[in-house]
């Protein structure tokens, strides 16, 4: 086999193997206007990145329609310097006329095995509109993030 193939194989992640992906987020919102349960898959999870401790967790559309999943945000950083540190939100809709589900004070878990970790937050949920900027109770609402891939930083920071 030459050098190219080598590479090609490498890069394309082996010999006919299946990788899994790199997070999905499951999310259960109980009220609101798109109360139901969302399934999506994402970008890896990201570790100690921004600073020793902290995760992060994002999923986003390319093709926002109103009324649609637009995004899923998840993180927590253990030394904020302004508010709790916890992010939890599900966003529906394109920008200017966008629903966006915030969980307000989470409770938030993560579960590291190293390779592999769990990522939950949950609590109750406010409703707001972008668009007219009404709120509404968005009841309890809970993130699930299973991130099979994990990108780490520098664990001596």
Same mark, same amino acid.
């Given at each position: ?8 194989? +490498?890069?394309? %992640?082996? !010999? ?7 997070? *999905? ?8 206007? $798109?109360? %139901?349960? $969302?399934?999506?898959?994402? @970008?890896? /999870?990201?570790?100690?990145?921004? &600073? &020793?401790?902290?995760?992060?967790? #994002?999923? @986003? *559309?390319? &093709? =926002? @329609? &109103? ?6 945000? +998840?993180? $927590? ?14 966003? !529906? ?5 966008? +629903?966006?589900? =915030? ?11 190293? *390779? ?13 509109? $972008? =668009?007219? %900027?009404?709120? #509404?109770?968005?009841?309890?609402? @809970?993130? *699930?993030?299973? /991130? ?10």
């Amino acid at each position: 086999m030459t050098r190219m193939a080598v590479a090609l194989i +490498v890069m394309a %992640g082996g !010999f006919g193997q299946q990788s899994a992906p790199a997070s *999905t987020f499951h999310v259960v919102l109980v009220g609101g206007p $798109y109360k %139901g349960t $969302y399934d999506v898959t994402g @970008e890896p /999870c990201m570790a100690g990145l921004q &600073k &020793k401790g902290s995760w992060h967790a #994002t999923w @986003e *559309t390319s &093709k =926002e @329609e &109103k009324g649609k999943l637009a995004a899923v945000l +998840v993180g $927590y950083d253990p030394t904020p310097t302004v508010g709790n540190g916890l992010t939890a939100s599900v966003h !529906f809709g394109p920008p200017d006329s966008q +629903v966006m589900y =915030e969980i307000l004070k989470p409770a938030f878990n993560v579960d590291d095995r190293g *390779t592999t970790a769990t990522l939950t937050m949950k609590g109750d949920a406010r409703a707001t509109s $972008y =668009e007219d %900027g009404s709120q #509404t109770n968005g009841g309890s609402a @809970e993130i *699930t993030v299973t /991130c099979g891939k994990i990108i780490r930083g520098d664990p001596d920071r």
